[in-house]
Each structure stands twice: as structure tokens, then as C-alpha cells.
């Protein structure tokens, strides 16, 4: 039975709002006319469909026909859905395509014995890849999926559509041929939700993040600085952390007042008073040398506390110093102010020390006698609760006094003198045998420790000397004023005005450490460059 053609699929506009396309009037492709008398029809006794013929050869396998004639082919060279499919030849027979056995050591997939695929069947499939390939190449493309490489230019004046030829099925498992699914049109971005935000990055999100290098150790994770908090922040902690030192200072007065109430808290405050009796031959009073080495000591100290902290913050140096001896050799200037500042800190200290033996007040705070440990408990068991003790600082400390002096002098200093020649340049850098018996670390690791133990003395120092007697205390350690009775010059403010003039010339020192103050100075040691 001849075959009859069927109309063209349309598919939609290549124009919003126009004509389905291809048009009603396009031509449309039509099959040979050898290829009419190829047409068959599907015998009453053979309608079993593995029996039928191939209807494209691409399918099958034939020769004679390759999958760009079958692509080329026109739908009136394909019988219509409602006719019966083609039988095959007399004398023809199907080749079904054959695969990989399905287990080791099998027959190939599928056995001989299976029969292909029916043409209607087949056809089916090629219809629906030809549908599904128009549909694509129909498909508008966003201009955003259009590559950047040039424009591409499109004819509007052709009346029928170029049809790409499809690939060659690829077989399956079981031999009959897959369908490649049609590409999918890209997505184009969704636009940003307008939603209020109410969420913001913490502290982490604030770090600079670091990443770990291929083949190489990753780097430590940031440390916290106070500059990752918010003000709210530092001051909420800095009140949570206020109210627990007066709650533990508030537990230590009550402990304190508990132990020298009770029997044996009485009985050793009677044996052990805060103080035992100086030699006979220890000098009273404090000399006026001894007021202007305190307060230089002072003075450099701070100085000292602010350079080095410096040292150890700073990152990009603002000046750089050399010697002249040796060029190479470069510091940075907040360096060379401290080192310098230690020399003369170290200068005072000697001259101090000289004195004290030569004068006999070393015996002032250097311990004498074993009764100087049970005093300073007394003395700190007084202090703790409130009731300070009583003793005349113009002719005697008490033993916490003389401790906390005598390890300030003979203890932290000379520990801070020999760990910051150990990190200076005045350490000769090839001595191996000596750098193996002091390492470096070891020169860290006591440094800055010694400095906080430096600060905590001053700030428990001056708090104490101005809560047991400012007037008095003052009087003595700059005016060089005081008697024997404990009374006396409770009223003499001259000890006062000379340390505010110290303070005020600390302040001055402060904001003078700056690199337009320094440079000049350190030009007349060396070279300096700056940034």
C-alpha cells in the first residue's frame, strides 16, 4: 500500500507575536522517486514486529544508507503513523546490532535468536528525536547565554529551517540505539531578594582569613585583639570582670578580718607586729641622693615599659638607625630608644646600688634577720584587712616593704638587664658555644615577664603610698623630709608639689618619644633613614 504524506510539524514563532514556523507555503522536502518503489507494506502472516524491515538505515546498521540521507529525508518518504509499517524484502532478514556478553566467557548481547527492533517502533523514536532537535534549535537564546566572541548573525529571510544532523545513536547494553535528550536552555540569574537584613558577621567573620599553601604547614589561626571587640563589648566586659575583682577583694578583707580576730590571729599579730628592729648601726632618715635616684629610676623605667612595648607591637618602623661602625647593621628607632634608655637606667641603678653599701642603707632593704618572712605576713594580713599597719617609713619598713624592695633591686633588675643584653646587638652573634649555654628563647621567655612583674610593682606602689599617708610618704621619698614620730609633717605639702612636677615631666617624656623628637638625637650616635 502506498504510502501518503503528511503535513509539516510547526513549531512556534521566530518572532514574538508572528506566523508557527515553517510557513504553510514553504516548500517542503520530498523523498526520491526511486524511493516510492521502495515502500512496503507488512504482510497479514508476519506481524510480529522484530520481523520488520528497518526503516532507516542508521538505525539498522545497512550500508546502503547512512544517518545523513536519513536526516536529509523529507516526511513524505515516511509512511504516516496510521499506515501499516513496511514488511521486509523476500529474501531479506534484520540485523540486530550485538554487544558485550553479559557475564565473563558468554555469548555476545543479545543472542541471535532476538529479533530488532520493528520500523514502526524505530520511527517512533527518530520522530521524536527530530521533534525534540527542531523544539531546540527553535528555542530563543537569551542574549546572556550568547557568547562574548562576536555577533552572530541571523538570516530572517529564509523560509525553511536548517536542521543540524543528529549524531549517531550509541548503542546500550542491549544493543538497541540511546537517544541523546535535547540540551537544556541556560538559566538566567535570579535577581537579589529585597528583604530587610537583620543578621550581621561576629568576630570570626571579621579576621583576616588566611589559607593554607599547598605542601606547606597552614598558618596559626588569628589571635584576638581588642581592636576585633565592639565598644559595648570591652565595656560590658569591663564591668563584668570589675564586679569580680570587688567580689574577690570583698571575700579577702573578710578572710583577713576573720584570721586577726579569732585567738591565734591576736596571738601572732602580738608576736610578729609587720617589722623587727634594724642594727644598731643602720642610719635613719633617707638622703637627698637617694630622692633624685628614686626619681630618675622612675622616670627611665617608664619610659623604658613604653619603648618596649613599642618594640614588641610595631610592625612597619617609621625610622631605621645604624651605627657608622658597622652599616649593615640596622635597628629600628623605637629600638635604639630603648636600648639607650636601658643604658641609662643601668647607670642609675650602679650609682644606686654604690651609694647604698657606702651609706648603710642597704640595711633598709636588704633582709637581716630569718623574722622578716612571719612579719610580712602580718604586714600583708594588715593590709588585707584595711587596717594598715603603723610603721614610720622615715626610720624602718615593714617587712613586706623591705621584701618587695630588696627583690626589686637585687632580683628584677639584674634579671631584666642580663635577658635584654641576651636579645641585644651588643651579643656577639657568632659565639656558639656561648648562644648553646644562653639561648635566645630562654632571654624572651624571662624578659617580658620581668617587665609585667615591673608594672604590677609600680601600680600596687604608688596605690599603697597613697592610701597609708600621702602627704607623709611624699615628704619623705622627694622632700627628704621626715622625723620620728609618725606625726609629723602630715600637713607639708612640699613632697607633693615636687612629685607633680615629676608627673608632669614623665607626661611631657611621654608625648616627646615620638620619631620628629628622636631622629635628631640618634643622628648624633649614628645614621638614621626614614621611611
Not at 531479506?92 to 554487544?99: D, L, W
Request: charged share 20%; hydrophobic share 45%; glycine share 6%.
Amino acid at each position: 500500500m502506498a504510502s501518503t504524506p503528511r503535513t509539516p510539524r510547526r513549531g512556534l514563532p521566530r518572532t514574538p507575536g508572528g506566523e508557527p514556523w515553517p510557513p504553510a507555503a514553504s516548500s517542503v522536502p520530498r523523498a526520491a522517486e526511486g524511493d516510492e518503489g521502495d515502500a512496503t507494506h507488512i504482510s497479514p502472516t508476519d506481524t510480529h514486529p522484530a520481523r520488520s524491515a528497518p526503516r532507516s538505515a542508521s538505525i539498522v546498521g545497512c550500508p546502503e544508507k547512512s544517518s545523513a540521507d536519513a536526516a536529509d529525508s523529507g516526511p513524505e518518504s515516511r509512511p504516516s503513523r496510521t499506515d501499516s509499517p513496511p514488511t521486509l524484502g523476500p529474501g531479506a532478514e534484520a540485523v540486530s546490532r550485538r554487544g558485550l556478553p553479559r557475564e565473563p566467557g558468554g555469548e555476545p548481547w543479545p543472542p541471535a535468536s532476538t529479533r530488532p527492533l520493528d520500523s514502526a517502533a524505530t520511527a517512533g523514536i527518530v520522530d521524536a528525536t527530530e521533534s525534540n532537535e527542531r523544539a531546540r534549535l527553535e528555542t530563543p537564546v537569551p542574549p546572556e547565554a550568547v557568547p562574548s566572541t562576536g555577533p552572530v548573525p541571523v538570516s530572517t529571510e529564509s523560509t525553511s529551517t536548517a536542521v543540524a544532523p543528529r549524531p549517531a545513536p550509541r548503542p546500550d547494553a542491549r544493543g538497541r540505539d540511546e537517544v541523546e535528550p535535547p540540551a537544556l536552555a541556560p538559566r538566567t540569574p535570579r535577581p537579589p531578594l529585597t528583604v530587610p537584613r537583620t543578621v550581621w558577621p561576629g568576630t570570626a567573620a571579621r579576621r583576616a582569613a588566611t589559607r593554607a599553601t599547598v605542601g606547606k604547614t597552614p598558618p596559626a589561626a588569628a589571635k584576638t585583639r581588642l581592636a576585633d571587640f565592639s565598644p559595648v563589648q570591652l565595656l560590658g566586659s569591663t564591668a563584668v570582670l570589675g564586679v569580680f575583682a570587688l567580689a574577690l577583694v570583698g571575700i579577702a578583707v573578710l578572710i583577713a578580718r576573720f584570721a586577726l580576730a579569732v585567738g591565734p590571729g591576736r596571738e601572732f599579730l602580738a608576736a610578729f607586729p609587720g617589722e623587727y628592729h634594724l642594727p644598731e648601726s643602720a642610719p635613719v632618715g633617707l638622703p637627698a641622693w637617694l630622692n633624685w635616684s628614686h626619681f630618675l629610676n622612675s622616670f627611665f623605667l617608664l619610659l623604658i615599659i613604653r619603648t618596649g612595648w613599642q618594640v614588641r607591637r610595631e610592625k612597619r618602623p617609621a625610622a631605621f638607625w645604624s651605627p657608622r661602625s658597622n652599616k649593615k647593621r640596622r635597628i629600628s628607632l623605637a629600638l635604639w630608644f630603648h636600648q639607650a634608655l636601658d643604658i641609662l637606667w643601668i647607670a642609675n641603678g650602679v650609682i644606686f646600688v654604690v651609694l647604698l653599701f657606702v651609706t648603710g642603707q642597704w640595711m633598709r632593704i636588704v633582709p637581716t634577720s630569718w623574722e622578716v618572712f612571719p612579719n610580712a605576713l602580718s604586714a600583708a594580713l594588715q593590709y588585707a584587712s584595711l587596717d594598715w599597719p603603723t610603721e614610720n617609713g622615715w626610720v624602718n619598713y615593714n617587712s613586706l616593704q623591705q621584701l618587695s624592695y630588696f627583690a626589686i633591686t637585687f632580683i628584677a633588675a639584674p634579671l631584666a638587664i642580663v635577658s635584654g643584653v641576651r636579645l641585644s646587638g651588643v651579643w656577639p652573634k657568632n659565639a656558639e658555644t656561648l648562644n648553646k649555654l644562653y639561648p635566645v628563647e630562654w632571654a624572651r621567655k624571662v624578659h617580658f615577664p620581668t617587665m609585667l612583674f615591673f608594672v604590677a610593682f609600680i601600680v600596687v606602689h604608688v596605690a599603697l603610698v597613697l592610701a597609708t599617708g600621702a602627704l607623709r610618704n611624699l615628704n619623705h621619698m622627694y622632700a627628704a623630709r621626715g622625723s620620728e614620730d609618725p606625726t609629723a609633717y602630715t600637713s607639708d605639702p612640699a613632697g607633693l608639689l615636687i612629685f607633680a612636677a615629676s608627673l608632669v615631666v614623665m607626661a611631657a617624656a611621654w608625648v616627646a618619644a615620638r620619631p620628629a623628637v628622636l631622629v635628631p638625637i640618634a643622628r648624633l650616635f649614628g645614621e638614621v633613614k626614614q621611611r
